[in-house]
């Protein structure tokens, strides 16, 4: 059973976020995720908070990342858990690494961020793992900002959809605008 740490962004020393980075590109090296503009040609937000996955030997192996914002959600301000960054070395795809990471940072933005739900633009290759965590395809198209003006997520990445988990209940409905660069 893998056992995430949880650390704030800011607080990690220049080898963690090495370490981060050398594992976010083994991850991407061997996905078919990556196209002309897409993770690279999208400024993102970066996370506050991260769920690290390290093998006992203490090599990182995963990792997923959590921001707080208010979004607008059906036209009313939600706060939500900004869930990003989530990424398995790909020698432990398919061990439950991603799953430990990304369960972990759902109980702390409901319990400790006190969000509404937690929302994260779900890759190809992530959208089965996290329907089988209990996430939600958001039913309403999502708009983010980019420094060249506003994007709709939902047409120029219809392959990677928004997912919600929520915190209080039923998740809110309609168009999701979320205020600020996506994560």
């Known amino acids: 059973m893998w056992r995430p740490e949880l650390r704030r962004r800011a607080?990690?020393?220049a080898t963690e976020v090495a370490e981060l980075a050398e594992l976010g590109r083994r991850s991407w090296a061997a996905?078919?995720?990556?196209?002309?503009r897409y993770p690279g040609g999208i400024v993102w937000s970066p996370p506050t908070w991260l769920a690290l996955v390290r093998e006992p030997g203490g090599r990182l192996v995963g990792r997923a990342g959590v921001l707080?914002?208010?979004?607008?959600w059906g036209g009313v301000p939600v706060l939500v858990g900004g869930v990003s960054s989530v990424s398995t070395d790909p020698d432990y795809r398919g061990q439950g690494v991603a799953s430990a990471a990304v369960?972990?940072?759902?109980?702390?933005?409901?319990?400790?961020?006190?969000a509404t739900a937690g929302l994260?633009?779900?890759?190809?290759?992530?959208?089965?793992?996290?329907?089988?965590?209990?996430?939600q395809v958001v039913d309403g198209p999502?708009?983010?900002?980019?420094?060249?003006?506003?994007?709709?997520?939902?047409?120029?990445?219809?392959?990677?959809?928004a997912m919600a988990w929520t915190c209080t209940g039923a998740l809110?409905?309609?168009p999701v605008d979320l205020q600020g660069l996506p994560w």
Not at 68 to 72: C, D, I, K, P, T
Not at 103 to 114: D, G, K, M, P, V
Not at 120 to 131: H, N, W
């Open 11 to 13: 607080e990690l020393s």
């Open 31 to 36: 996905s078919d995720e990556p196209d002309a």
């Open 68 to 72: 707080e914002r208010a979004v607008l």
């Open 103 to 114: 369960s972990t940072l759902a109980t702390f933005l409901c319990q400790e961020l006190r």
């Open 120 to 135: 994260l633009l779900a890759s190809r290759m992530g959208t089965p793992v996290y329907r089988r965590l209990g996430w």
């Open 142 to 161: 999502l708009q983010c900002e980019q420094p060249d003006g506003p994007l709709l997520w939902t047409t120029a990445f219809p392959d990677k959809p």
């Open 172 to 174: 809110p409905t309609g």
